[in-house]
């Protein structure tokens, strides 16, 4: 069985791409620049808007490579609904994680500052009282409307060309400045897992506190946002030709 190797190369290298620029904002908004409080409309907007444009850009880069992914919630429903070989999603899965450690390594070779503010790690938040069941929540309804819309405008044949990139990481983004200052918005476990797997490398306590959220969260609201659009959204006409 062959395999795409290009591809995985692609989805490592966006994967990094998300993972050192997003929380790279982070630590350059709250440390040096040290805009306070650390959740306030500034901030918001500028990691907000930096992991969106770092997604979309990364879809125009990639997608005719790999599909752009850039994220296991979004290859998981790929895999089941088969728009990609199951070996291939494992790979791709795998090189997504790698990219998300390198990229966090990166942060914190250049940046050691980070560990500040966790090199951006994603995390409950104080205005859900650091809640994890209610940060698993806001995971599951944000993912569910990043893969619905990844489902209406680079799945679904009737899409139109050209705009996928961008309602993806407008997507992001939107999502990101709701829900920032709730569960961190990771909508992604690679987002999450790498800044963790550095944090843990230099011993900081806490790197994988609430972990589970940021794995189970966007994988149940991924696998319910793509099986809504495709299975209620869509026609059988539609599945067939998407």
Not at 16 to 38: D, H, N
Not at 194 to 210: L, S, Y
Request: charged share 10%; glycine share 12%; aromatic share 12%.
């Amino acid at each position: 069985m062959t395999v795409n190797i290009r591809a995985w190369v692609a989805e490592l290298i966006a994967t990094f791409a998300l993972v050192f620029f997003g929380p790279v904002v982070v630590t350059v908004s709250l440390v040096i620049f040290k805009i306070e409080p650390a959740v306030n409309p500034a901030s918001i907007l500028l990691i907000g808007l930096t992991h969106g444009l770092v997604i979309m850009l990364m879809i125009y880069a990639i997608g005719h490579v790999s599909g752009g992914h850039i994220n296991p919630a979004v290859t998981i429903p790929m895999i089941i609904l088969k728009k990609i070989k199951i070996l291939d999603g494992i790979g791709y899965i795998a090189f997504q994680i790698i990219g998300g450690i390198l990229g966090a390594a990166a942060h914190a070779i250049i940046l050691p500052q980070g560990i500040g503010v966790k090199y951006g790690l994603n995390q409950p938040g104080a205005a859900i009282g650091h809640s994890e069941p209610t940060a698993f929540l806001v995971e599951v309804i944000l993912t569910f409307f990043l893969l619905f819309v990844v489902f209406g405008v680079a799945v679904h044949h009737k899409a139109a060309a050209g705009w996928a990139g961008f309602a993806i990481g407008m997507t992001v983004a939107f999502d990101c400045f709701v829900g920032i200052a709730l569960s961190g918005a990771s909508m992604n476990p690679a987002r999450t897992f790498g800044p963790a797997v550095i944090m843990a490398i230099q011993g900081q306590a806490g790197a994988f506190n609430a972990h589970w959220v940021y794995w189970a969260g966007p994988i149940v609201g991924g696998l319910l946002g793509a099986f809504i659009y495709y299975y209620v959204i869509m026609n059988k006409k539609d599945r067939t030709k998407s």
